[in-house]
C-alpha cells in the first residue's frame, strides 16, 4: 500500500502534465496521459472518447490557434478505491499568449479522474467546466484573484 505522499503526488504530476501538454501544444504528449478509453469534455461541451479521439481532436485546435496558457491550483486530490482510483478536483485560468491578464471568461473548475494500470496512474475522465458562477460576480473575481496569484505560466 502507497503512502498518501505517493498517490497524492503521483495525481499532481499527471494533472499538471496535462496542462503542461497543453500550453505545450503537444497532442500526442496530453492524449498519452489518458487511458486507452479515456474521456476528455472540454471547456465548450465537447465529449470526446478514446486515447487516439482525443489525440485527432486537439492536434487541429493546436495547428490552427495559439491557445491560452493553463494556470491552475488542485484543490483536493481524493482515493476512490484504495490507491487504484484517484479523484483531482481543481480550478484553472487560462492567459491568451502573449497578454499580461488572466482572461476570467475563461475560468474553470477541472475534474480529473485517474485509474492506475501497471503502476502508473492514466486519465479515465477528464472534464473543464466554465466558472460562470451566474448571478455571483464576487465568486468570480474572488477566483481569477486567486488564479492571477499564482502569476503567468512561463510558455510561450
Given at each position: ?107 474553470a473548475i477541472q475534474t480529473v479522474v485517474l485509474s492506475r494500470y501497471d503502476g502508473v ?36
Amino acid at each position: 500500500m502507497s503512502t498518501i505522499d505517493d498517490w497524492s503526488a503521483s495525481a499532481r504530476r499527471v494533472y499538471f502534465g496535462l496542462l503542461d501538454d497543453w500550453n505545450r501544444q503537444d497532442a500526442r504528449a496530453m492524449a498519452s496521459r489518458f487511458a486507452e478509453r479515456g474521456s476528455l469534455v472540454g471547456f465548450d461541451g465537447s465529449a470526446i472518447d478514446g486515447h487516439a479521439c482525443i489525440e485527432a481532436h486537439v492536434t487541429p485546435i493546436f495547428a490552427q490557434h495559439p491557445t491560452p496558457l493553463f494556470v491552475a491550483k488542485v484543490r483536493e486530490v481524493r482515493r476512490i478505491a484504495g490507491d487504484q482510483t484517484l479523484l483531482v478536483r481543481a480550478v484553472a485560468g487560462m492567459w491568451p499568449r502573449g497578454a499580461s491578464a488572466l482572461d476570467p471568461q475563461m475560468n474553470a473548475i477541472q475534474t480529473v479522474v485517474l485509474s492506475r494500470y501497471d503502476g502508473v496512474y492514466r486519465i479515465e475522465m477528464f472534464q473543464n467546466t466554465p466558472a460562470a458562477f451566474h448571478g455571483r460576480p464576487e465568486e468570480a473575481e474572488k477566483l481569477s484573484e486567486e488564479l492571477r496569484a499564482l502569476g503567468k505560466p512561463q510558455f510561450s
